[in-house]
């Protein structure tokens, strides 16, 4: 498997930095990279179920790069020891249209929330749904979530508001929870009143902008009518 991947250019790293910085400030644990057919799959964690009682949905932001060759690999490694290689790359950049090589970190294999893979193909394309509707839900959650958590609450607590404000659907978007609408905004993927995709497959919603996509499995006691 290889070690490294190599981006088209200098632009590309600084989209991956923010990319990643928004997703450490949501959750500062570990990225998935997946590499294949030229493209990079970065996929990271914004909401999952912590334990079997926990009914929270699994929500993925989605963002792929181009790749300069064909790497191949899936690999699980911390967001902060990725981060901190990309600082040190941009600092030596030269020429920004020149590719840039990136070492992997060490990977790790507890991430219950990378063995889940959302399918590639087979995917219904539903009616689209508006930015607009997804920030004001997004933004309606946070208040509440800052509401109820005050300054110093168990891990637990945190846990089980979290999972109650976002794991709660959206009116009129079915099957799509208030944390789709979080990890749009949190992400930087939602931009006011442009046009949200919305495709499904089996138990999977995806919610696809210009700039990423979000990965919506629900539990199965929420695929009943």
Known sequence: MSQTFSLVDSLSLSDLQVYLSRAQRVEDGSVRLIAGSGVLAVYVAVLHPVGLLDESPTILGLRTFALTALDSFDAVV?????????????????????AVTVRLPMQVNTVTWAAISPPRGGWKSLEEAPGSLLESVARAGIDEVAAAIPTGTGEQIVQRVRSEVWGRPIDGLE?????????????????????????????????TTQRGHV???????SLRR
């Open 175 to 207: 099957y799509v929870p208030a944390g789709a609408g979080f990890a749009g905004l949190s992400l930087g993927f939602l931009g006011g009143d442009d046009p949200v995709r919305v495709f499904e497959t089996g138990p999977w919603t995806r919610l």
């Open 215 to 221: 990965l919506v499995k629900r539990r199965a006691w």
């Open 78 to 98: 911390p967001v902060r020891s990725l981060l901190e290689r990309i600082t040190r790359l941009q600092a030596d950049v030269v020429d920004p249209t020149a």
